[in-house]
């Protein structure tokens, strides 16, 4: 029975790696809620690890820190971005490029993750 759910996620995972993935990232994310900047709340501290990124309607993530989630979940970082992007997943700015937030006192460039994608995949309708 064990064995056999390991090889049923293991096909899951391999025949839509972009969907495996973000959900992953969404769960890692969900569960460190606290690690995101909230502009609302100035006041809070930085984690000791550094901010994740801002999560308001969208979920918008440092490229560095994606690219670690990623890699530590048997992902291909590029191979992922490319096919969010393909997928139209992500929200890009005029110019093509990753929006950029402030987080903290810094701005930075985030893989943002629209909305309405999350809300599908929460709802098992992506």
Request: net charge negative.
């Amino acid at each position: 029975d064990t064995v056999y759910k390991l090889v049923a996620e293991d096909v899951e995972k391999s025949a839509d790696a972009g969907k495996s993935a973000l959900k992953d990232l969404y769960e890692y994310c969900v569960s460190h809620q606290d690690n995101f900047y909230d502009k609302q709340d100035s006041d809070k501290h930085q984690p000791s690890r550094g901010w994740l990124g801002v999560w308001e309607d969208e979920c918008a993530v440092i490229p560095a820190v994606l690219s670690d989630i990623l890699t530590k979940n048997g992902y291909e970082p590029k191979a992922i971005i490319r096919d969010w992007n393909q997928k139209g997943w992500l929200i890009k700015d005029k110019s093509g490029d990753n929006p950029k937030f402030t987080i903290g006192k810094e701005r930075t460039r985030c893989y943002v993750i629209k909305a309405d994608i999350l809300s599908k995949l929460t709802d098992n309708r992506l």
